[in-house]
Every structure is written in C-alpha cells, then in structure tokens.
C-alpha cells in the first residue's frame, strides 16, 4: 500500500499495521482515497482481511497510530494502539486504544434496497452488500409484505471499498399486484435493522425499451426509475450498481419513449 506504515504486530497467523495507507490498488484492494489506519493481513497471503477499524491523523506530525503490543488477561487477549490519534472509530479516544477478541458487538449496515419489475410474473429485489467492520462474508434475509418470517437468505461478500449489487428475483407475484420487501444484514452475532420498505407493483407486460437495450447487450443499465431508495441498480444483469446522491426527486421525468418509466 501507498502510506507509510509506523508499527506492525503479528498474532495468530495475522500481521496487523498501523499506517496512514491511502491506496492499496497494486494489491487489489482500495484505490486512492481518504487514509486508512489500521489493516491485517494474514502471513501467508498479502490479501487484506475484513478488519476495518480506523483512528484519524490526530495531532503532532500528524500519522495517526505509532505503536503496537499484543497482551493477555484473565484469559482475554488485547492489542493496544498508541499513536497520535484523538478519534477511534469515529469517536472521542486519544492516543492510546485497545481491541479485545470479543465478543462481536457491531452490526453490519442497513441493506440499501431497490426494486424493479420489467416483465410480468417477476420482481428483481437488488441491494448494495453491507459493511461490517470485522466480517466480509455477511448473510442477507429478505422479507415480503411485513412478514417477520424471512422468503428468502443469501450470503455474500463484501468490504468498504468494494460493495457489489445483489439480486433475488420474486417469481411468486402476478401482474398487477402490489409487493413491499425489507432486508436485514447479519454477521452470524449481530443482525442489522430491516431496511426501509420498498414496493413495487408487478408489471402486466413485457416493457419494449428496456427488453431491447438488455438484448443489445448493454454493460450498465441504471434505469433512474427508483421510487425512494437511494441505491440505482443496474439492470443490465452485470451487478454495476450506483448511487443517487443530494436528494433527487423521483419519477418526475416522462420517459424518452412510450412506456410507463419515469426517471428523475
């Protein structure tokens, strides 16, 4: 990574840093971006592990965490941070932190939803994958019409800076019905929040403009259709999502073309 790095530790088969990286693109990770303060990897593989807690530069140079030490106590281990830092996580620490092996306390986000129906007989629930600060491998449940009990749970990878779009499609619907979906996020401790209710209404036929643009093979398609979420899927089928960002108005624009589409 690009960012000079001040101390490194290795416990249990992973090397934890504490640096100001900035761009870990040459590794296949993060491109260049705000700095990053503390990152593990494990011994065997340079590839970065789902451990995001972060400090800030703080004050002094300012480079942010300095120094590291692994101890143990009444059978819990700890490794402490000492460094320039004021923030940890976001929150009031300075200069010196310490991080335990548990328990897990933190939730993964809320699921950022969208929907979309083009064809009768289907809805597609897409949704960005999560973040969670010590777990990549995250388990999405998906709820239909304010049940409690979830229709579908799909597992899928994620870090900051890499969030891909996921899809179940809903073939249990008819044209013409209305259906409303929530999802939650799980890191097998702690469960995230349902997200905000999305509704779709079920298409009564086949859409001419976006059935052709998908069969003309387009490698991104945001169809600026959204109702209320702020995540634009991509109906291309290649999972290119987006975001719609200073809170736009919705469904204001007819569409180009003879069809029910409207966009912002």
Not at 13 to 29: E, K, Q
Not at 140 to 167: A, C, E
Not at 204 to 214: L, M, Q
């Amino acid at each position: 990574c690009l960012g000079a790095t001040q101390s490194v530790l290795v416990y249990s088969g992973v090397l934890y840093s504490g640096s100001h990286a900035h761009d870990c693109a040459s590794m296949g990770a993060f491109p260049d971006q705000p700095r990053k303060h503390l990152l593990a990897q494990s011994v065997d593989d340079p590839k970065l592990l789902p451990w995001f807690p972060d400090t800030n530069d703080g004050i002094g140079e300012p480079v942010g965490p300095r120094v590291m030490a692994q101890t143990s106590s009444g059978g819990r281990h700890y490794m402490w941070v000492g460094g320039e830092f004021t923030t940890v996580n976001t929150k009031p620490q300075q200069g010196l932190t310490r991080f335990a092996d548990g328990p897990d306390t933190g939730a993964p986000w809320v699921p950022n939803v969208s929907l979309s129906t083009l064809t009768p007989g289907r809805i597609d629930v897409n949704w960005q994958t999560s973040f969670d600060t010590d777990d990549g491998e995250l388990t999405y449940r998906i709820y239909k019409d304010g049940s409690n009990t979830p229709i579908h749970t799909t597992t899928g990878y994620s870090v900051f800076w890499d969030r891909p779009q996921l899809t179940w499609t809903d073939t249990d619907v008819a044209a013409g019905e209305t259906h409303s979906y929530r999802i939650t996020a799980s890191d097998g401790t702690n469960t995230s929040a349902k997200s905000p209710a999305q509704s779709a209404t079920v298409a009564s036929a086949t859409e001419a403009y976006p059935a052709r643009v998908r069969s003309d093979g387009a490698s991104l398609y945001w169809r600026w259709d959204e109702g209320t979420s702020t995540f634009a899927h991509d109906s291309s089928g290649n999972l290119n999502n987006g975001f719609l960002r200073n809170g736009p108005a919705y469904r204001q624009t007819p569409a180009a073309v003879a069809g029910p589409s409207t966009a912002i």
